[in-house]
């Protein structure tokens, strides 16, 4: 049985940092690039950044670039996200899933709130 484990969302200042887990089981998780999308109250979700299975690569949303770190140990099999300089459109459920294409699985997400 899969499973992707969110962990790290709280409430947090603006200009604040946080750093989100995603500890993954029952996937041989080196070969699966894994990324983190997120979702806003009334809003699509949304992609936010990803990385593939080396981890020697990563892609960003515009939003998030310079701010977001994105990264992965496969020893732990566990990804990572470095949110700096939070602002109050970064609020959201944050997910990360896990691609093998066709195969995607989903986390049951992660809550950030920044206050300002």
């Known amino acids: 049985q899969v499973q992707l484990v969110e962990s790290g969302g709280e409430l947090v200042q603006a200009g604040g940092s946080l750093r989100l887990s995603c500890a993954a089981s029952?996937?041989?998780?080196?070969?699966?690039?894994m990324g983190w999308f997120r979702q806003a109250p009334g809003k699509e979700r949304e992609f936010v950044a990803a990385?593939?299975?080396?981890?020697?690569?990563?892609y960003y949303a515009d939003p998030v670039k310079g701010r977001f770190t994105i990264s992965r140990d496969n020893r732990k099999n566990t990804v990572y996200l470095q949110m700096n300089n939070l602002n109050r459109d970064d609020t959201a459920v944050y997910y990360c899933?896990?691609?093998?294409?066709?195969?995607?699985?989903w986390g049951q997400g992660t809550q950030v709130t920044v206050s300002s």
């Open positions: 899933n896990a691609v093998r294409s066709p195969i995607t699985y």
């Open positions: 029952g996937l041989a998780f080196s070969d699966y690039a």
């Open positions: 990385i593939i299975k080396s981890g020697s690569s990563a």
